[in-house]
């Protein structure tokens, strides 16, 4: 575990979920509101923050891709056998699919639950998934990449993902 995500997993406020549960959210900057925290997988995207589109706050990221590419979130410290609540809201202006991947902490494997989204052209979809943390690690990271051939511009906003504690 690096120093920064010990840092980070330390200060992540604890808070309850509107079922009540105690949780942990693990996703720093997930509205987007700041300019920072996220960044391209590679060369075939470009990823920002943009005032064009929010489904909350001013803000959400910008994703433009065209070949399995996109944006992948700071890393966060998962735990072994805890249970994962992923949320995110997507607002594809091209393309209808977008993969939602989690990688495990040990960045071994992308969790159950990963996989392609279908997603309704210019409106605002809520995809989501939970999952159990078979290999917990510092590694652990959120990405959204268009699906291979298609290419897609998409605006993510109030991205989550609560541990369960
Ligand atoms: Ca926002």
Same mark, same amino acid.
């Given at each position: 575990m690096t120093v920064k995500s010990l840092i980070k997993s330390l200060t #992540? $406020? #604890?808070?309850?979920?509107?079922? %009540? #549960?105690a949780v942990r959210e693990m996703v720093v900057n997930g509205d987007m509101e700041?300019? =920072?925290?996220?960044a391209a997988i590679n060369e075939y995207a470009s990823v920002e923050r943009s005032a064009v589109q929010a489904y909350n706050g001013l803000y959400s990221l910008l994703i433009v891709a065209s070949f399995w590419a996109g944006a992948w979130s700071d890393l966060w410290t998962s735990v072994t056998g805890k249970r994962y609540?992923? /949320?995110?809201? *997507? @607002?594809? &202006? =091209?393309?209808t699919s977008v993969a939602v991947g989690i990688r495990n902490g040990e960045d071994s494997a992308f969790v159950a639950g990963t996989?392609? @989204?279908?997603?309704v052209q210019n409106a605002w979809t809520k995809v989501g998934f939970e999952f159990t943390e078979l290999? %917990?690690? =510092? /590694?652990?990271? *959120? =990405? @959204? *990449? &268009? $699906? *291979?051939?298609? /290419?897609t511009t998409m605006y993510v906003d109030n991205v989550s993902v609560k541990e369960v504690v």
């Amino acid at each position: 575990m690096t120093v920064k995500s010990l840092i980070k997993s330390l200060t #992540l $406020p #604890l808070m309850r979920d509107v079922n %009540g #549960l105690a949780v942990r959210e693990m996703v720093v900057n997930g509205d987007m509101e700041r300019d =920072s925290n996220w960044a391209a997988i590679n060369e075939y995207a470009s990823v920002e923050r943009s005032a064009v589109q929010a489904y909350n706050g001013l803000y959400s990221l910008l994703i433009v891709a065209s070949f399995w590419a996109g944006a992948w979130s700071d890393l966060w410290t998962s735990v072994t056998g805890k249970r994962y609540i992923v /949320e995110a809201w *997507i @607002f594809c &202006t =091209s393309g209808t699919s977008v993969a939602v991947g989690i990688r495990n902490g040990e960045d071994s494997a992308f969790v159950a639950g990963t996989g392609e @989204f279908t997603v309704v052209q210019n409106a605002w979809t809520k995809v989501g998934f939970e999952f159990t943390e078979l290999a %917990g690690g =510092s /590694e652990a990271h *959120i =990405s @959204f *990449i &268009t $699906p *291979i051939g298609e /290419e897609t511009t998409m605006y993510v906003d109030n991205v989550s993902v609560k541990e369960v504690v």
